[in-house]
């Protein structure tokens, strides 16, 4: 028993040293560049599956060991981890981070959530719809982290879980404001932020004044059990809808998760001969529909789970009625917390400006239904990658404060160093791990390629050919969503998109109908807690246990399917033409028909 208990303390070191031992036995099995790169492949699985090491060290792989192997060389291995994708990756994360340096995504969210009322079912549409829209552009990570205290003080009002039995803040810090303390008469407590004007701290005092009644005679009835089930629901599904709806948002746009940047950066090298099918715009213009639909019968769900189906409930966050004292306090709370935040401010007015120019940008650049400003320059030379860098290298030039000649005379023009809007100091918070994990999957797509791996594998791969494409894609579309609840979904795609553009050659079918559903599947990781950094950061608050997270996240895994396969099989088939197997699709070595 303790030789087991040791070995299972040690189980990282021994499967880093075992593995790539144990699967020496491939290519000494089977001699040729193949196996090599096989060996290579299958190497990269089992530590981006178990993290024996971190995923990023991981993707060195293939710059180690191909050169090795004979089955690329080093220069040609290492331009893999750089490409236009990988610094559209960049660019992107780098206005994101310019977003939230300036706090311009806590600034609409909270707009958002005054808009829609704190009625539960309102709120949870709002959290959902903000979270959504921000994690199509900046990380689902940050989206989440960001929103989450606000749903945590929220639910406190929606609750009256103020700290202690007397329903107090003490000294409690909400989103980033402190509340004080004041004074206290009959037992009401009244409150103050550090930061409010004596207008608000009057009307505090009389918030507290307001629901002095109403916690009296709140104490005065002992809760029943259903009451208390149905507030535990309440928090429940408050919590979770969030990171749910940054999965789903992430899927919207080609920036949006690193899963939609792999097949955007492999789908070039697998297929040289494709014309630029996916870009930002075609990505958009197919995956927002989809989203948005995922979206909406996701809300129904999660909030029929723990709020209970009601048309009469609906209707109600259409009309905007508080119906309790608690409702009104909480949206008071998001109200005054807007406030705190204070006039707009020119950084994030640049910041907008900069982000909207951007979209727009990349939209309009190839949008297909009409001429592109692309067509302005050389033909191929400019790509997404272009504008994100051109983009985000503007922010750290352009200044964080009004210049002084746009300055009004009554405003101050005292003559100071202006600062950029980031700094090169901002970038530790970038995500540079991300961008070596992307290298690793091009790396390996590239490899496949060159060793002929890929089209052994389609001929493995050719019993499929009886199966009818639909149920093909849906299979594989089922097995990425189970794979992604337990490993990283960059990797997971990483892994499969050469795998899936092999088959697809194989059994001639167009290469997107067997890779755009599977590569939207791996966001689609809603069942456990370390499926996905948002996950687990709602499980931190305590709130959830694991079977709350299964029994909502299947469903939940289901409808995003279902979605997938619908509107691969329908709106998919006409935007890509997915009914035809393309001539660029025809392996090199071999002639169609």
């Given at each position: 028993?303790?030789?087991?208990?040791?070995?299972?303390?040690?189980?990282?070191?021994?499967?880093?040293?075992?593995?790539?031992?144990?699967?020496?036995?491939?290519?000494?099995?089977?001699?040729?560049?193949?196996?090599?790169?096989?060996?290579?492949?299958?190497?990269?699985?089992?530590?981006?599956?178990?993290?024996?090491?971190?995923?990023?060290?991981?993707?060195?792989?293939?710059?180690?060991?191909?050169?090795?192997?004979?089955?690329?060389?080093?220069?040609?291995?290492?331009?893999?981890?750089?490409?236009?994708?990988?610094?559209?990756?960049?660019?992107?994360?780098?206005?994101?981070?310019?977003?939230?340096?300036?706090?311009?995504?806590?600034?609409?969210?909270?707009?958002?959530?005054?808009?829609?009322?704190?009625?539960?079912?309102?709120?949870?549409?709002?959290?959902?719809?903000?979270?959504?829209?921000?994690?199509?552009?900046?990380?689902?990570?940050?989206?989440?982290?960001?929103?989450?205290?606000?749903?945590?003080?929220?639910?406190?009002?929606?609750?009256?879980?103020?700290?202690?039995?007397?329903?107090?803040?003490?000294?409690?810090?909400?989103?980033?404001?402190?509340?004080?303390?004041?004074?206290?008469?009959?037992?009401?407590q009244f409150y103050k932020s550090r930061?409010?004007?004596?207008?608000?701290?009057?009307?505090?005092?009389?918030?507290?004044?307001?629901?002095?009644?109403?916690?009296?005679?709140?104490?005065?009835?002992?809760?029943?059990?259903k009451q208390i089930n149905a507030k535990?629901?309440?928090?429940?599904?408050?919590?979770?809808?969030?990171?749910?709806?940054?999965?789903?948002?992430?899927?919207?746009?080609?920036?949006?998760?690193?899963?939609?940047?792999?097949?955007?950066?492999?789908?070039?090298?697998?297929?040289?001969?494709?014309?630029?099918?996916?870009?930002?715009?075609?990505?958009?213009?197919?995956?927002?529909?989809?989203?948005?639909?995922?979206?909406?019968?996701?809300?129904?769900?999660?909030?029929?789970?723990?709020?209970?189906?009601?048309?009469?409930?609906?209707?109600?966050?259409?009309?905007?009625?508080?119906?309790?004292?608690?409702?009104?306090?909480?949206?008071?709370?998001?109200?005054?917390?807007?406030?705190?935040?204070?006039?707009?401010?020119?950084?994030?007015?640049?910041?907008?400006?900069?982000?909207?120019?951007?979209?727009?940008?990349?939209?309009?650049?190839?949008?297909?239904?009409?001429?592109?400003?692309?067509?302005?320059?050389?033909?191929?030379?400019?790509?997404?990658?272009?504008?994100?860098?051109?983009?985000?290298?503007?922010?750290?030039?352009?200044?964080?404060?009004?210049?002084?000649?746009?300055?009004?005379?009554?405003?101050?023009?005292?003559?100071?160093?202006?600062?950029?809007?980031?700094?090169?100091?901002?970038?530790?918070?970038?995500?540079?791990?991300?961008?070596?994990?992307?290298?690793?999957?091009?790396?390996?797509?590239?490899?496949?390629?060159?060793?002929g791996l890929s089209q052994w594998l389609?001929?493995?791969?050719?019993?499929?050919?009886?199966?009818?494409?639909?149920?093909?894609?849906?299979?594989?579309?089922?097995?990425?969503?189970?794979?992604?609840?337990?490993?990283?979904?960059?990797?997971?795609?990483?892994?499969?998109?050469?795998?899936?553009?092999?088959?697809?050659?194989?059994?001639?079918?167009?290469?997107?109908?067997?890779?755009?559903?599977?590569?939207?599947?791996?966001?689609?990781?809603?069942?456990?807690?370390?499926?996905?950094?948002?996950?687990?950061?709602?499980?931190?608050?305590?709130?959830?246990?694991?079977?709350?997270?299964?029994?909502?996240?299947?469903?939940?895994?289901?409808?995003?399917?279902?979605?997938?396969?619908?509107?691969?099989?329908?709106?998919?088939?006409?935007?890509?033409?997915?009914?035809?197997?393309?001539?660029?699709?025809?392996?090199?070595?071999?002639?169609?028909?």
């Amino acid at each position: 028993m303790k030789f087991l208990s040791a070995l299972w303390r040690y189980r990282s070191t021994l499967v880093f040293l075992l593995t790539p031992i144990v699967l020496l036995a491939v290519p000494l099995a089977i001699p040729g560049k193949e196996a090599l790169c096989g060996y290579c492949m299958i190497l990269m699985g089992v530590y981006w599956m178990t993290e024996v090491i971190p995923l990023a060290i991981t993707s060195f792989i293939p710059l180690i060991l191909f050169p090795l192997f004979g089955i690329m060389t080093a220069d040609d291995v290492s331009r893999s981890y750089l490409t236009n994708t990988n610094w559209l990756f960049v660019g992107g994360l780098t206005i994101a981070l310019a977003v939230e340096t300036t706090n311009l995504h806590k600034r609409i969210s909270l707009k958002v959530l005054t808009l829609v009322g704190a009625n539960p079912r309102c709120l949870m549409f709002g959290f959902m719809v903000t979270t959504f829209f921000l994690s199509m552009w900046i990380s689902n990570t940050a989206t989440t982290a960001m929103l989450l205290p606000i749903v945590e003080a929220v639910i406190k009002e929606l609750t009256l879980e103020r700290g202690n039995k007397n329903d107090s803040y003490e000294n409690h810090s909400v989103s980033g404001v402190t509340l004080e303390k004041t004074a206290s008469t009959n037992g009401t407590q009244f409150y103050k932020s550090r930061t409010l004007s004596e207008e608000d701290e009057i009307e505090t005092k009389e918030d507290a004044i307001e629901t002095t009644v109403e916690v009296k005679s709140q104490a005065e009835v002992e809760p029943s059990q259903k009451q208390i089930n149905a507030k535990l629901k309440m928090k429940k599904g408050l919590t979770l809808c969030v990171p749910y709806a940054a999965s789903i948002g992430g899927t919207a746009t080609l920036t949006g998760t690193g899963p939609n940047l792999v097949l955007s950066g492999q789908f070039p090298i697998l297929f040289p001969d494709a014309p630029p099918l996916i870009s930002f715009a075609s990505w958009f213009a197919y995956c927002l529909p989809s989203a948005l639909v995922f979206f909406l019968v996701s809300y129904i769900w999660i909030s029929s789970l723990y709020l209970g189906f009601s048309v009469r409930e609906y209707i109600g966050c259409i009309q905007r009625k508080h119906k309790t004292q608690q409702e009104i306090n909480a949206n008071r709370l998001l109200k005054r917390e807007y406030k705190n935040l204070g006039p707009i401010k020119w950084s994030e007015l640049t910041v907008l400006l900069v982000f909207v120019t951007t979209a727009l940008l990349w939209f309009f650049r190839e949008p297909g239904f009409m001429p592109g400003w692309a067509m302005l320059f050389e033909e191929g030379y400019v790509d997404d990658g272009t504008v994100a860098i051109g983009m985000a290298s503007l922010l750290f030039f352009l200044p964080d404060v009004k210049p002084m000649f746009l300055r009004r005379k009554d405003e101050d023009t005292k003559v100071r160093p202006v600062g950029s809007i980031l700094k090169w100091s901002d970038m530790k918070k970038f995500p540079w791990n991300v961008v070596l994990l992307l290298g690793g999957g091009f790396a390996l797509a590239e490899g496949a390629t060159e060793s002929g791996l890929s089209q052994w594998l389609g001929d493995e791969l050719r019993v499929l050919e009886k199966l009818d494409t639909w149920l093909i894609s849906f299979i594989v579309t089922i097995i990425l969503c189970a794979f992604t609840e337990f490993t990283s979904n960059v990797a997971t795609a990483s892994l499969f998109v050469p795998i899936l553009a092999t088959l697809a050659q194989t059994i001639q079918v167009h290469p997107l109908y067997l890779l755009i559903p599977p590569v939207l599947a791996t966001s689609l990781a809603f069942m456990l807690p370390v499926a996905t950094p948002p996950n687990a950061i709602a499980f931190s608050y305590g709130r959830l246990k694991v079977i709350d997270m299964i029994k909502a996240g299947a469903f939940m895994n289901i409808l995003g399917i279902a979605t997938i396969t619908i509107f691969i099989n329908t709106y998919g088939v006409a935007f890509f033409h997915l009914n035809e197997f393309p001539d660029w699709a025809v392996p090199s070595n071999t002639t169609q028909g």
